[in-house]
């Protein structure tokens, strides 16, 4: 049996002009991501990611409606900076949402799972539940979920 020769797996990704356009995009937000980052403070700048940009309107997330009310009083600064680079400056507005998930750079799985609860009754809801499931993987995964039910 004879071997083709391999591709880098980027290279692979960007013969397909969808994944190609997808991968382009990616960067162009991982790029204007860094960009701001760098443009605020360091308490915002961890507080804020980009989310999309859609039609020339630049969406950015932030962990908590404080953050997202002092990110709005830099959003004309940031614009105008933005905007004077030439990759950018199509920009029209910038839309700032609130994003309740955790931040993804401090919080740690292991943090995570510490903060993570569950009552002794849905623990034996789930242990319940894992005797009436016909599917042995899901009856085993929710076995072992409804075993970390704690007792207050």
């Known amino acids: 049996m004879q071997y083709k020769t391999h591709k880098s797996f980027t290279g692979l990704l960007r013969s397909n002009s969808l994944l190609h356009n997808f991968i382009a995009r990616v960067e162009d937000l991982e790029a204007i991501n860094k960009l ?3 443009k605020l403070e360091p308490s915002l700048a961890s507080n804020c990611r980009v989310a999309n940009l859609r039609d020339g309107i630049l969406i950015l997330a932030t962990t908590s409606p404080a953050w997202n009310h002092k990110l709005r009083f ?3 600064d940031l614009l105008t900076e933005l905007r004077s680079d030439p990759r950018w400056s199509g920009l029209k507005s910038i839309e700032i949402r609130v994003d309740y998930l955790p931040n993804t750079e401090s919080a ?5 799972k510490d903060k993570i609860s569950m009552s002794q009754a849905s ?6 539940l894992a005797e009436s499931v016909k599917h042995p993987r899901l009856a085993n995964m929710l076995q072992k979920l409804g075993s970390r039910g704690k007792s207050k």
């Open 74 to 76: 830099y959003s004309l």
């Open 123 to 128: 623990g034996q809801l789930l242990r319940q």
């Open 36 to 38: 701001i980052v760098s």
């Open 108 to 112: 740690s799985p292991a943090k995570l």
